[in-house]
């Protein structure tokens, strides 16, 4: 075929392709590469975290030592010895055989939702909630539901009126994106059981649950109800991003199709990464080096607050995170987050618009920041220059 025959194919775009978007985070994200932008807006794991030395020494290592299996193809479910470190590692028995290691735990969402949605399915979320689980779902075309929130979690109420027939309900416990907040004991409780009488599945996302400041979070769903619950986790916030990898922990019931899926959509995960993570881990690395990271963002959290106190006009609202990486914002009554975004990168601050984050009825008022990318003196000036532009934003009238 000449190029200009392809040039002028009549492609036709599936159903599931016009409902993809780009994400949003991901267009401010370009605006923001802007040199000299102080950016609150990616939530980016600090790369003073990133242990490049211990994963030079894993790597010089699993290439010496077996080189020929890191380097072949491996098997679906994961490199065996990660997943007995996974399983081993969190706080309820799991059998390694309900691990499933994935590219991210992003790409958990993308099996979640090929397994477990059809073209009409409800799905319930939080509100607001994760986009990035909003940008997996929407293709499978789910009728994706808000169930009210509030700073303990799901308002169960709301829940039990809107769970008839829902495939599952997505869940973030722990400090979550984007709100920062943490489910309380209580609302957990709650809402296991309350789960269990419904009869709904739940989806329990926890990249950040490592990443708490001065106490761990109360015990995941999962640890409540394994069987009604499907759990995700991550290495990108405990190691780096950059090696793609995260897992499922699964019922046995549900496993063999998300292992169909996975294998539809990859094959494996990268089997030289899954045993340059085992190298390192193996040692007990994740409890000397989770501590600084928690000490880290401590720091850059206490400061944000602190410059928020110092700075923010009155009527500007803010929550106190015990962990993770994310402050959220509420504006003025009058002020719209995403008309102040313009004015706060004119003055050399970006943050993500809270609208994104929700499935439905967006609250304009509301905003992300992230504390782990910039340093305790860029989020002093950029903490400066934001109140300043919502000072300018709220005096236009
Ligand atoms: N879930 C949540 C809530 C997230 O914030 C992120 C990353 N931003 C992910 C999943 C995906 O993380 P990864 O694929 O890097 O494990």
């Given amino acids: 075929m000449k190029m200009n025959e392809l040039q002028n194919a009549p492609w036709v775009m599936a159903k599931r392709a016009q409902k993809m978007n780009p994400s949003v985070i991901r267009e401010i994200l370009k605006v923001t590469e802007k040199p000299g932008i102080i950016s609150f807006a990616g939530g980016l794991p600090s790369p003073k975290t990133f242990p490049i030395s211990e994963f030079s020494a894993a790597c010089e290592k699993v290439l010496r030592e077996s080189g020929d299996a890191a380097l072949q193809y491996a098997a679906s479910e994961g490199f065996v010895t990660l997943r007995e470190m996974v399983a081993a590692a969190l706080p309820w028995p799991v059998d390694p055989a309900q691990v499933l290691i994935t590219t991210g735990s992003q790409q958990g969402l993308d099996l979640v939702a090929k397994v477990l949605i059809d073209e009409g399915s409800r799905v319930l979320v939080e509100t607001p909630t994760y986009l990035g689980a909003l940008q997996a779902f929407t293709p499978m075309e789910p009728e994706v539901v808000s169930v009210a929130s509030d700073a303990e979690g799901v308002d169960l109420d709301d829940l039990t009126a809107k769970a008839a027939g829902a495939r599952f309900?997505?869940?973030?416990?722990?400090?979550?994106?984007?709100?920062?907040?943490?489910?309380?004991?209580?609302?957990?409780?709650?809402?296991?059981?309350?789960?269990?009488?419904?009869?709904?599945?739940?989806?329990?996302?926890?990249?950040?649950?490592?990443?708490?400041?001065?106490?761990?979070?109360?015990?995941?769903?999962?640890?409540?109800?394994?069987?009604?619950?499907?759990?995700?986790?991550?290495?990108?916030?405990?190691?780096?991003?950059?090696?793609?990898?995260?897992?499922?922990?699964?019922?046995?019931?549900?496993?063999?199709?998300?292992?169909?899926?996975?294998?539809?959509?990859?094959?494996?995960?990268?089997?030289?990464?899954?045993?340059?993570?085992?190298?390192?881990?193996?040692?007990?690395?994740?409890?000397?080096?989770?501590?600084?990271?928690?000490?880290?963002?401590?720091?850059?959290?206490?400061?944000?607050?602190?410059?928020?106190?110092?700075?923010?006009?009155?009527?500007?609202?803010?929550?106190?995170?015990?962990?993770?990486?994310?402050?959220?914002?509420?504006?003025?009554?009058?002020?719209?987050?995403?008309?102040?975004?313009?004015?706060?990168?004119?003055?050399?601050?970006?943050?993500?618009?809270?609208?994104?984050?929700?499935?439905?009825?967006?609250?304009?008022?509301?905003?992300?920041?992230?504390?782990?990318?910039?340093?305790?003196?860029?989020?002093?000036?950029?903490?400066?220059?934001?109140?300043?532009?919502?000072?300018?934003?709220?005096?236009?009238?």
């Avoid at 390192?280 to 400061?303: M, N, W």
């Avoid at 402050?327 to 943050?351: S, T």
Wanted: with cysteine.
């Fill in 169 to 397: 309900l997505y869940v973030l416990p722990n400090f979550q994106n984007p709100t920062g907040r943490t489910m309380t004991e209580e609302r957990r409780a709650a809402l296991s059981s309350r789960a269990a009488e419904l009869g709904l599945p739940i989806v329990e996302d926890n990249p950040y649950g490592d990443l708490w400041f001065d106490t761990p979070p109360p015990l995941p769903l999962s640890a409540r109800n394994p069987e009604g619950c499907v759990y995700l986790g991550s290495f990108s916030k405990v190691l780096a991003p950059g090696l793609r990898l995260g897992f499922i922990v699964a019922p046995k019931s549900l496993y063999p199709k998300l292992l169909q899926a996975k294998q539809a959509a990859d094959l494996h995960s990268p089997g030289f990464n899954q045993r340059m993570v085992a190298e390192v881990i193996k040692d007990g690395f994740l409890e000397r080096h989770v501590p600084t990271i928690r000490a880290l963002y401590k720091s850059q959290c206490d400061a944000m607050l602190a410059a928020m106190q110092q700075h923010m006009p009155e009527g500007v609202h803010w929550n106190t995170p015990a962990g993770g990486m994310f402050v959220w914002v509420r504006l003025p009554e009058g002020l719209n987050a995403i008309e102040l975004l313009p004015k706060a990168v004119d003055k050399g601050v970006a943050f993500v618009p809270g609208a994104a984050f929700y499935a439905d009825g967006a609250d304009p008022r509301t905003l992300r920041l992230s504390f782990v990318t910039a340093s305790v003196d860029q989020i002093k000036t950029g903490i400066a220059a934001l109140a300043a532009a919502i000072r300018e934003h709220a005096a236009r009238g």
